[in-house]
């Protein structure tokens, strides 16, 4: 497995996108300010696991994430949409790595 992930690839992760939310969050807090805390548990459980909480890590592609962001877009402003998005890569980058 090493071998292959130095050639660039990582196995698929099979847990779904709800069941690493925990770990994030709690890898989070150490990190951030209380009140930059406070908005990115907000923006994971408020926006991220209503919409991505079901699916399995390994099914999430640009497509989904680019419904996300039409949604989203028709929503909020484009600022928001973007701190959601920084989020979200910062969570599925976490993940990849196996942090």
Do not use: C, W
């Amino acid at each position: 497995m090493d071998e292959m992930v130095t050639k660039g690839y990582a196995e698929p992760v099979k847990a779904s996108f709800a069941s690493l939310l925990p770990h994030y969050l709690k890898h989070q807090k150490p990190r951030l300010r209380q009140r930059s805390y406070e908005r990115t548990s907000g923006i994971v459980e408020n926006q991220l696991r209503p919409f991505f909480g079901s699916m399995p890590m390994a099914s999430i592609r640009r497509a989904e994430i680019q419904e996300y962001v039409t949604e989203r877009a028709g929503q909020i402003s484009a600022g928001g949409v973007t701190k959601e998005l920084n989020v979200l890569k910062h969570l599925l980058g976490l993940a990849l790595n196996g942090n």
